[in-house]
């Protein structure tokens, strides 16, 4: 799936892009409106990086996974290292790291820019000493285990705003004030303000970053294994499983189930929820699937869980918006379909066959891993 993997490099892009500018811009603004006062200043910038953050994982999550920062991306791939659809695989990473560097040196252009700046200039505020490289190592260390304890513990959903308060405090109890990423590192070096740092100070950032990585991916390994904490009771098979949730669990998602466990068999565990669920599978859904041999009449729906997203490798979410849970770790995928809720089986239909059509591409890229393992 080339175009989603695509989508999913853009989120990212487009993520670490508004993070960098959302952190030299109120660097900037701070600078601004409290010269003279480093410690106002730092409380300005760091507020609003924290906040801001948050709000970015939430917006993004759904479709990336909202990582905006390489080390996390690298993390991903050690921590849940799997064939086919679990974690991230590597055409994700060479995807992500280019997508997350350029985005950040691009959101330093777009905030230089807001402030009526010079589009790029080399930051002259040199960050090259021993006491700051053991914050950055610190502070990177303790955002994989944070990041990553939430996800094996059954509570990803608490990321978006535990890592933005864990990112805002870290501004103020490390030396560094918490850089923590590679690729915003590389952006800081393209504006001269407040959050700036110079070109010859970044390699040692980013070398003592990845080293708080490498440290934090060993205590995740350690305080977190994934056979003892894991939640996915239903996983002894090593069974790749798909969660796909709509808002009613009515129509789009049961239809997806349907033709997944009908066409995959028990290659594939199979996961529908909805973020609001009916009382009822939609009749014209029944009768559309029954038309194509798959009797979904012993269905009913059911709320997504956490535990069910925390289960599953793929999370196909269809319409659900922001009332579907982010679970850093987990693949997402959109697939955006009209709600058939309301319609006729006429209508329901065309929503089918797409339905089967998007199952089919889905099964061709993880039935292959799943058949490793069965064989």
Known sequence: MRGELARRAFAEFLGTALLVAIVVGSGVMAARLSPNDVGLELLENSTATAFGLAVLILIFGPVSGAHFNPVVTL???????????RGIDAKTVAAYLPAQIAGGIGGAILANLMFDLPAATASTHVRASGHLWLGETVATAGLVLLIFSLVRTGRAALAAPAVGAYIGAAYWFTSSTSFANPAVTIARAFTDTFAGIAPGSVAGFVGFQL?????????????????????????????????????????????A???????????????????????????????AMAEVGIDLSAEAPK?????????????????????????????????????????????????????????????????????????
Request: glycine content about 8%; some cysteine.
């Open 257 to 287: 189930a349907g033709f997944l466990t009908h066409l995959a068999g028990d290659r594939v565990v199979v996961r529908s929820a909805g973020s609001a669920p009916a009382d009822a599978v939609n009749p014209a859904v029944l009768e």
């Open 211 to 255: 080293l708080g990585a490498v440290i934090g991916i060993g205590l995740v390994t350690v305080l977190y294994p994934t056979e003892r904490h894991s939640l996915m009771s239903d996983k002894a098979s090593d069974q790749p499983s798909v969660l796909f949730v709509c808002v009613h669990n009515a129509g789009r998602s049961q239809m």
């Open 303 to 375: 709320v997504l869980t956490d535990e069910a997203a925390l289960a599953s490798d793929v999370i196909i979410t269809m319409g659900c918006g922001d009332t579907c849970p982010v679970f850093p770790g987990k693949r997402y995928l959109d697939w955006p379909l009209p709600d058939p809720a309301g319609q006729g089986v006429a209508a329901v239909r065309p929503i089918r066959d797409e339905i089967e059509r998007l199952v089919q591409g889905l099964i061709e890229e993880i039935a292959p891993a799943a058949d490793r393992r069965l064989s």
């Open 75 to 85: 993390a991903d791939r050690v921590l849940n290292r799997h064939d086919g659809a």
